[in-house]
């Protein structure tokens, strides 16, 4: 009976470390190089906690994947950019924007909810430039899946 137990723990000891090597690779050797886009066109709740939490979201995917081997865009139409209207108020999510976008992340938002809504991006929105306005969010979604990025709805 002893036999049988020194056996299995033996067993268990190779299989853990067999596990625990394939587990440790590199984020690099794990996720390779990715391109993905959030898409956010709902409302953030109580105390913005929805966009809190999406927010949080991509910056766990960078840290997982490693800041220099991902491309991240945030698309943003209907109530979702209320985003960055809230933003004008709100400290926290200003600072979770801006530290993304210093990482490289890219917020884009859509003309068509912008009109609608008659929303001024320049002084409604937080840190829109121009360059962050895309004609369509629907389309731009489908345009970036064509050029290979993931998307994902947090």
């Given at each position: 009976m002893r036999f049988v137990k020194l056996l299995l723990l033996v067993a268990?000891?190779?299989?853990?470390?067999f596990v625990s090597s394939t587990t440790t690779a590199s984020a690099e050797e794990r996720y390779g190089e990715q391109k993905v886009v959030y898409h956010i066109n709902y409302g953030g709740g109580e105390e913005d906690k929805a966009y809190r939490a999406a927010l949080t979201n991509v910056q766990n995917h960078i840290?997982?994947?490693?800041?220099?081997?991902i491309t991240v865009k945030v698309l943003l139409h209907?109530?979702?950019?209320?985003?960055l209207r809230d933003a004008m108020k709100n400290q926290t999510l200003q600072s979770d924007v801006t530290s993304l976008k210093t990482q490289n992340v890219q917020f884009l938002v859509c003309n068509n909810t912008l009109t609608g809504r008659h929303i001024d991006y320049e002084n409604d929105l937080f840190e829109v430039f121009e360059d962050d306005i895309v004609p369509s969010g629907v389309a731009e979604?489908?345009?970036?899946?064509?050029?290979?990025?993931?998307?994902i709805k947090p």
């Open positions: 268990a000891f190779f299989v853990g470390g840290n997982a994947v490693g800041k220099d081997h209907g109530d979702g950019v209320n985003l979604l489908s345009r970036l899946q064509q050029q290979g990025y993931t998307y």
